[in-house]
């Protein structure tokens, strides 16, 4: 079965106290976040991690706090989350080659990741039959990952031991409705098993 796994806005911004818009607890799932992505590279599984980059003045931060400034500390990933043949793809429209790329950094200046234009054409180019999904915050960034996942009609697994959440009830309310919706929930060591 092929599969495709999602690194949802780990960044320093959102996963380490000091962070702009620090996630509780975020920075604990980082040792799984890694051991999700490494895996990945090792099975050769593609990994496409969406990373928020912002302009100063996005309109996204009419709603958020600053955040994930373009080519500010708080914009990269952390280190042990990054693999090494990796390939940013910007959120406007560009001819996109996944050739020998273990990790795509999908640019996006809105919380939905399906905002980025070249996210339809990855997918249908990885004509994946699995969709692994994990990161922050689970009720914003991550459900909107999740559930248009799910849009695709494929199997769509949420890794709870690596997400946290802001809200831990709506958090609670978001995985109730994705699994009624056909999600599946699982954990980083029964994906890497």
Known sequence: MSIVFFDI????DFVYPAGALYTPGAERTLPAV???????????????????????????????????????????????????????????RAGVSLAGIQQILLEKQHIDCFTNRNLASMLAA????????YG???????????????????????????????????????LIEFREQGGHLTTAANVTR
Not at 9 to 12: A, E, G, P
Not at 42 to 64: K, N, V
Not at 126 to 133: G, M, N, S, W, Y
Not at 146 to 158: C, M
């Open 9 to 12: 806005d780990t960044q320093i």
């Open 34 to 92: 890694a051991a999700l992505n490494r895996y990945a590279a090792g099975h050769a599984i593609p990994l496409i991690s969406t990373m928020d980059a912002h302009a100063e003045d996005d309109a996204e931060f009419q709603q958020w706090p600053h955040h994930c400034v373009v080519e500010t500390v708080g914009q990269r990933k952390p280190a042990n989350t990054l693999l090494e043949r990796r390939l940013i793809v910007p959120s406007e």
């Open 126 to 133: 990885l004509d994946a039959e699995r969709f692994v999904v």
């Open 136 to 174: 922050v915050v689970t009720e914003v960034c991550v459900k909107c990952a999740a559930f248009g996942l799910l849009k695709t009609g494929k199997r769509v697994e949420i890794v709870t031991d690596a997400v946290r959440c802001l809200d831990e009830k709506e958090a609670a309310k978001v």
